[in-house]
């Protein structure tokens, strides 16, 4: 009893992350889309990484949200959905990590180097940069949607053992791709950063 209270709790509250990250990042879409602020590469990587956060949250939260209430996933619906269930989650993650990443880099050359923003990097550049991201983790993860998989087995995606075990590998790189290396090289960018801003000071 106390266990189905718990997880409906938690779908609740993933149901809520839901409507309140979709309306905070369409806001967040349309202010900085304005005439003012779409020129600046700090506002362009917000927009790219609020499309990508809004995706991860239509998969990871929703997920939560029906199996407390419905007894069912996503990935459970069918093996289609199953395969773009597993693709969103991972393009997403990917793509908004390191999105993230090369905003902190912009920043940092921009206190570093005096013209980067006006001669270097505009937001032209920035705009090109956010979409490689983006085709880069696409293309990275477009295997999952194409792997084979057995008809009779509708909850599982990746039935066949030469692409379960080849999709399990993945999960691992992903850890990597979206968690680990993005998490350390935010680290160093803005250790860098802070100790540059000192010292300019």
């Given at each position: 009893?106390?266990?189905?209270?718990?997880?409906?709790?938690?779908?609740?509250y993933?149901?809520?992350?839901?409507?309140?990250?979709?309306?905070?990042?369409?806001?967040t879409i349309?202010?900085?889309?304005?005439?003012?602020?779409?020129?600046?590469?700090?506002?362009?990587?917000?927009?790219?990484?609020?499309?990508?956060?809004?995706?991860?949250?239509?998969?990871?939260?929703?997920?939560?949200?029906?199996?407390?209430?419905?007894?069912?996933?996503?990935?459970?619906?069918?093996?289609?959905?199953?395969?773009?269930?597993f693709?969103?989650?991972?393009?997403?993650?990917?793509?908004?990590s390191?999105?993230?990443?090369?905003?902190?880099?912009?920043?940092?050359?921009?206190?570093?180097?005096?013209?980067?923003?006006?001669?270097?990097?505009?937001?032209?550049?920035?705009?090109?940069?956010?979409?490689?991201?983006?085709?880069?983790s696409?293309?990275?993860?477009?295997?999952?949607?194409?792997?084979?998989?057995?008809?009779?087995?509708?909850?599982?995606?990746?039935?066949?053992?030469?692409?379960?075990?080849?999709?399990?590998t993945?999960?691992?790189?992903?850890?990597?791709?979206?968690?680990?290396?993005?998490?350390?090289?935010?680290?160093?960018?803005?250790?860098?950063?802070?100790?540059?801003?000192?010292?300019?000071?």
């Amino acid at each position: 009893m106390a266990e189905n209270f718990f997880m409906s709790a938690i779908g609740l509250y993933c149901l809520l992350l839901i409507i309140i990250g979709t309306i905070g990042n369409l806001l967040t879409i349309y202010i900085c889309l304005r005439r003012r602020l779409r020129s600046y590469t700090t506002f362009i990587f917000i927009v790219f990484m609020c499309i990508c956060d809004t995706f991860s949250l239509y998969i990871w939260c929703l997920d939560h949200f029906m199996e407390p209430f419905f007894s069912l996933t996503i990935e459970e619906l069918s093996p289609i959905t199953c395969r773009i269930g597993f693709f969103v989650q991972f393009f997403s993650l990917q793509s908004s990590s390191w999105l993230l990443v090369m905003s902190s880099l912009d920043r940092y050359l921009g206190v570093r180097i005096k013209q980067w923003r006006t001669i270097y990097f505009k937001a032209n550049q920035a705009l090109f940069c956010s979409f490689s991201i983006v085709a880069l983790s696409l293309i990275a993860n477009s295997q999952l949607l194409v792997l084979g998989m057995e008809k009779n087995k509708i909850h599982e995606c990746y039935s066949r053992n030469s692409v379960e075990d080849w999709i399990n590998t993945w999960k691992r790189v992903h850890t990597y791709i979206y968690s680990i290396v993005p998490s350390v090289s935010l680290f160093l960018i803005n250790t860098i950063l802070f100790y540059t801003t000192l010292v300019l000071c």
